[in-house]
């Protein structure tokens, strides 16, 4: 019923920054909050950040903290990531999500959400 599409990934060098984006569309919009997450070849998906649609709050990974700022736009139905400071360990294809279900508290992992994307590659070169 509802679509995801990341977009905005790319190749690019160590300390640069980068902007993904996440379109939602369909017959019905309803996540009460949305996230992103990556994933690395042989790695373990894991959460990067989390937003909570209606409040606007956000909950980031340590790992991320104070490079990575999760963000929403409520007209275009876009979720966005914003990527400073990229490290070499930052690569990884990174998927937006969607949870239909209310929770008070963030939601980090992958099997919290319904709604996926099919991802976009982020690569940081040394």
């Known amino acids: 019923q509802v679509q995801l599409v990341e977009s905005g990934g790319g190749l690019v060098q160590a300390g640069g920054s980068l902007r993904l984006s996440c379109a939602a569309s369909?017959?019905?919009?309803?996540?009460?909050?949305m996230g992103w997450f990556r994933q690395a070849p042989g790695k373990e998906r894991e959460f990067v950040a989390n937003?909570?649609?209606?409040?606007?709050?956000?909950y980031s990974a340590d790992s991320v903290k104070g490079r990575f700022t999760i963000s929403r736009d409520n007209v275009k139905n876009t979720l966005y990531l914003q990527m400073n400071s990229l490290k070499p360990e930052d690569t990884a294809v990174y998927y937006c999500?969607?949870?239909?279900?209310?929770?008070?508290?963030?939601?980090?992992?992958?099997?919290?959400?319904?709604?996926w994307g099919q991802g976009t590659q982020v690569t940081v070169s040394s």
């Open positions: 937003i909570r649609w209606s409040s606007g709050n956000t």
């Open positions: 369909g017959r019905t919009f309803r996540f009460y909050q």
């Open positions: 999500a969607g949870r239909t279900t209310i929770s008070i508290q963030p939601r980090t992992s992958s099997w919290e959400y319904d709604n």
